[in-house]
């Protein structure tokens, strides 16, 4: 149950178009949702949370969508730039631990 | 700006060797954490320390060992490296209270011949 599922594993959108990652999760008892952005050779980085009170939260071009009843939220990536092409990790905390559960991350390309 | 520094980028060691790879942060941030990271398993908890001295089991923290000695400084040791030990090792720090809000470091590329 402490398992956050992300799909897809990769993702290529042509520039200007919006890139969406989804992620899953059974455990109601999460209480923060963050997603990580990594680029290569650098160790993955906060990009935006958010939490399972709110059902949308936007931070210039990304917006993470938050669906309590399914159980999943999204990160989407409005007017997608070659400079978005990193691995996003999503995950979760909470469920009695203070630890983060990641997503096994999604490769996203964006095309010129 | 926080930062988290990690010994090695690139490590080469043989099968048997005894293996540290040091993590140090600058912010005084009570949390610290050991990953490794291979392609298609995404970031995996190895250990993790709320405080010095003290450690906690993550994940997969078979073939591995921890040390936290001073507050800044995290230590992953491999006690004695296998070829299934090759993969990328990240630290990240994060203060008390903000539980999502992980800063990690650049990671150190391991390989064990």
């Known amino acids: 149950q402490q398992q956050v599922k992300q799909s897809p594993q990769s993702l290529i959108v042509q520039k200007g178009g919006i890139s969406i990652i989804n992620c899953a999760y059974e455990n109601t008892a999460f209480d923060y949702f963050p997603w990580y952005q990594q680029f290569p050779g650098k160790g993955p980085a906060l990009l935006i949370a958010?939490?399972?009170?709110?059902s949308e939260k936007k931070e210039g071009r990304f917006t993470i969508s938050f669906n309590k009843s399914a159980k999943q939220f999204s990160l989407h990536i409005m007017d997608s730039q070659p400079g978005d092409s990193a691995t996003y990790f999503c995950?979760?905390?909470?469920?009695?631990?203070?630890?983060?559960?990641f997503g096994k991350g999604t490769k996203l390309t964006v095309n010129p | 700006d926080v930062k988290v520094t990690q010994s090695s980028r690139y490590l080469v060691k043989r099968t048997g060797e005894k293996v540290f790879l040091e993590c140090v942060q600058d912010?005084?941030?009570?949390?610290m954490f050991w990953y490794r990271q291979d392609p298609g398993l995404g970031l995996r908890l190895i250990y993790f320390?709320?405080?010095?001295?003290?450690?906690e089991k993550g994940d997969i923290p078979e073939g591995y060992s921890v040390s936290r000695e001073k507050k800044e400084r995290f230590s992953l040791i491999l006690e004695s490296a296998s070829t299934n030990q090759t993969s990328m090792y990240l630290c990240a720090s994060r203060p008390q209270g903000r539980a999502y809000e992980q800063y990690f470091g650049p990671g150190t590329r391991l390989t064990v011949t």
């Open positions: 320390s709320y405080d010095v001295k003290m450690k």
């Open positions: 995950a979760a905390r909470g469920g009695g631990s203070e630890k983060l559960v």
């Open positions: 958010i939490r399972p009170d709110v």
């Open positions: 912010m005084d941030h009570e949390n």
